[in-house]
């Protein structure tokens, strides 16, 4: 991938990255300065949808579709179930934010200055090669199943663990306080 | 496509997840925000791994093992924040200072704040007795 790489002439897939990932920012940032809590969290499924479609721009098309499927479908379902379930106001509420919110401000910006400026200067001579796909299911099921499959039996512990606890937290407990 | 494209995406997506960290008041909200700082990372994985065309794709592997534990995650977090809900009456991260060292000026506000909510929890308790009794 040498020649015929520019700043100045980006590729049709650039561009394509570019827009979208105005939307997923865009999306994201929406999400943590809504003041509806229910729109903040139609905010997110924008910002990880947006994320599945970079994916795919990345030929990581098994990893795309598996976040549409746990992130869209189940996450951010629990996370409106949990909004309702606490009894989220449906319209704006002043009090979704806290007092210390310029310094959250100055901190974020000072970290994503700082990241940015490290990233652009570590990586200015790199590219990505997205001829050859790298990333449909067939290539990585087999190394899932047969590299990873001692952290994928513990990731299936893990879960049953996590389940079970979720079940032990909230369950009603008799002679509550 | 230039790497600079995700890796730059990636790192604004975490910082405005930071951002929403230490700005959001709401439990639920903030685990929201956490779910954004974890695409960040996986973004990042993915487009490091598709760079280095990694013969065992760690990257991409890693980043299923990030989703299914950002779905843990997200199952455990919203259990407590739903128990905290159910006996404190809010879901207000700045409101849980019970182990807080508190000044004698404070103490007396949490104090009277602190008796709202005991008077709420009794309210609850009074429901769940009743349903337990149908």
Redesign the interface.
Known sequence: MTGG?A?LS??G??IV??LV?LV??GG??L??TSRQ?VH??LW?VV??GG?AV??L????E??AW??VL??LG??VV??L???M??K?PIGP?P????R??P???V???A??AT??TL??DA??T?????DTP??ESG??GS??FR??VL??EA?SV??LA??I??IV??R?RDG?S | ?????????S??????????V?????A??L???V??ML?AV??NL??F???L?D???SG??F???L??????????G??????V?RQRGT????RLTELRERDGEEAADDDRERDGDRERDDAG?GN?EEN?VT
């Open positions: 790489n700043y980006p590729s897939q650039e990255f570019v990932g997923v920012l994201a940032v999400c943590v809590l903040a969290a997110l910002a990880l994320l970079q994916y721009l990345l030929t990581a098994f990893v598996v976040q746990i992130y189940s996450v629990l996370l179930f949990g909004l379930l606490t989220a509420s009090d979704a934010d806290s210390n919110r310094v959250a401000f901190v974020a910006l970290a994503a990241l940015v990233v652009v990586f200015r790199a590219w990505i090669d997205l790298h990333g290539p990585i190394s899932l590299v990873w952290p994928f990731l893990l879960l996590a389940l606890g979720a937290v909230s009603k509550e | 496509m230039h790497l600079v494209y995700p890796a730059v995406l790192a604004l997506l975490f910082c405005t997840g930071l951002y929403g230490l700005a959001r008041r709401n639920i909200l685990l929201m925000s779910e954004l695409a996986s973004l993915v487009a791994d598709v760079w065309r013969e065992v794709h991409q592997v980043t299923l093992f989703i299914a534990l950002a779905a843990a995650e997200i199952g455990i919203l259990a407590i924040v739903l128990l809900y879901s207000a991260v700045d308790n769940r337990t």
